[in-house]
Structure formats: C-alpha cells, structure tokens
C-alpha cells in the first residue's frame, strides 16, 4: 500500500556533506514517525535519526550534532542532512515511516552513502 524512495546517496571524502530525501506514497491517512536506520557492510541495523508528525526528534548518539533529520508532512516526505561525515558512516541508509494503522513500518529499498579519501 506505501511505497518509500529514497535519493541523495553517493560518494563523499571524510569531512564532507550530503541531503538524503525519502517520499511515502500510497494510501496514507496519516504519520506517527518517519526516519532513517543504515546498516554498513557487515553490521547490523542501526537507528540514525526519527522525526515525528509533530516535529520531535531523536538521533544516535553517534551522529549527534553532525545529522540533522526533518520533514514536510504534506508531502510525506523526510531528509536527512548529512555534515562531517566519517568513513564509518558508510552505509546503505534505509528510510521507514510508521503509520498508526499498521503495526509493522514501511521501508525504502536503500540508498548507498559511501564516506572515503
């Protein structure tokens, strides 16, 4: 029924920046929470950063003051901006959005953000 996007990745040298976009569509009444989890090669999942249909927000602790995640709700769509980025920010980033009417999140097949000199 939803369907995520996601766009924005690609390679980057250590200290730069990248905007990572994600746009739901489908049939969606409503958000609770849209957000980003990456996983690098080898490693698990790992949450990033959430933003809620009211504007909160919630970051690792290890992308804390270096990403910053917000959205427009009428267009169903999130970002993430990326700074400072790290060679161990390397990932495929995964967007998700969870809707009140499913007990399970939506997910984005990925997008590659690559972090090297």
């Known amino acids: 029924q939803v369907r995520l996007v996601e766009s924005g990745g690609g390679l980057v040298q250590p200290g730069g920046s990248l905007r990572l976009s994600c746009t739901a569509s489908g049939i969606i009444f409503s958000i609770n929470t849209m957000g980003w989890y990456r996983q690098a090669p080898g490693e698990q999942r790992e949450l990033v950063a959430t933003?809620?249909?009211?504007?909160?927000?919630n970051y690792a602790n290890s992308v804390k003051d270096r990403f910053t995640i917000s959205g427009d709700n009428g267009k169903y769509t999130v970002y993430l901006q990326m700074n400072s980025l790290k060679l161990e920010d390397t990932a495929v980033y995964y967007c998700?959005?969870?809707?009140?009417?499913?007990?399970?999140?939506?997910w984005g097949t990925g997008t590659l953000v690559t972090v090297s000199s």
């Open positions: 933003i809620t249909s009211g504007g909160m927000t």
């Open positions: 998700y959005v969870a809707v009140p009417q499913r007990s399970m999140p939506y």
